[in-house]
């Protein structure tokens, strides 16, 4: 199912917490909405799923306006970060009481909750209550919950933040596997980069209430739109510059650029590109961090704080090599990309 909204927007008295949102949200595709805490993701859900109404604007599914239309006739698979299980029930009462509480049949409710638990490899804890299950299993319950209404859609609110690191890896790929066997649209929220990067067929990326940017990951990641999405997702050095000609300098050492622009410039370039270029800029290292396989190295670029992502065994010689084809040039007071 295909999700359109027109101009959606919510206000609480002077809290504008979703800005005339207008996106078309494609059939199939995993779509992750992305944005940092508080910048409307949640209260965007809520009113997709009709839980909270809108300010105005306009949502459609398909071709139908579902503005007005009441959660439950709306067909919606929702997952929360607080995935809430009945403690007091077990796996196979937790799974199929949505469908008890609606009525549905004992004998379909047996299949879809065999289908749901066989897709989420749930069959062995059936019996158990959610005590008796780790963090990932619970999750898993919870995501059965949404599969056995047999939803159009499914809506995620950063389902995997209660998650430590390994297992919040290991579900990554345990729902996208998921939407790929369903093939349904999954809108999923999240406020971690790495979720939106890996997950991801599109991403929205939003911020106070606005979209900054929709695309693909790989559009994202390359063509950043501006400073806000430049900075949130990767990792982006920012550096002030000020263009006459088109030169300008960085450390003293001279740039040039053919883009028709002057003045007060901020340059972006990545954390993995300072070393890629052919113009060589001596740095006075102020921290080196290990982390692994690299090592972070920081230092100040026209009195801006940077860093460099370097290879563990490169032989680094306090200097860096920047190429003009690597930065990326924006505004310095709309921050939008030049
Ligand atoms: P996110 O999920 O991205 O962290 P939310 O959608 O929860 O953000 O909140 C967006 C903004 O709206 C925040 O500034 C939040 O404080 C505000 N907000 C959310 N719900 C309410 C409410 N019921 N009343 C007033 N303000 C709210
Ligand atoms: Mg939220």
Redo the contacts with the bound molecule.
Sequence with gaps: MEIRLEGVT?K??D?H??KDFSASLPDGKLICLL????????????MLCGI?PVTSGKIFFDQLDVTNLEPDKRHIGMVFQNYALYPHLNVRENISLGLKVRGCAKCEINRRVELASEILKLDEYLNRKPKELSGGQRQRVALARAIVREPKVFLM??PLSNLDAKLRCEMRSEIKKLHNKLKTTFIY?T?DQTEALTMGDRIVV?DK?KIQQADTPEEIYNNPKNIFVAGFIGQMNFINVNINQGRFYVNGIEFTTDKAIAGDITVGIRTEKMLSGKTEIKIKPEIIEMSGSEKNVYFSLNNSKCSAKIPMDYNFDDKIMLNVSDMYFFDKETGERI
Excluded: F, M, Q, R
């Design positions: 919510k609480y008295k809290i917490a979703v944005g940092p805490s508080g910048c409307g993701k949640t209260t965007l859900l809520n909270i609110d950063e929220v406020h939003l209430g």
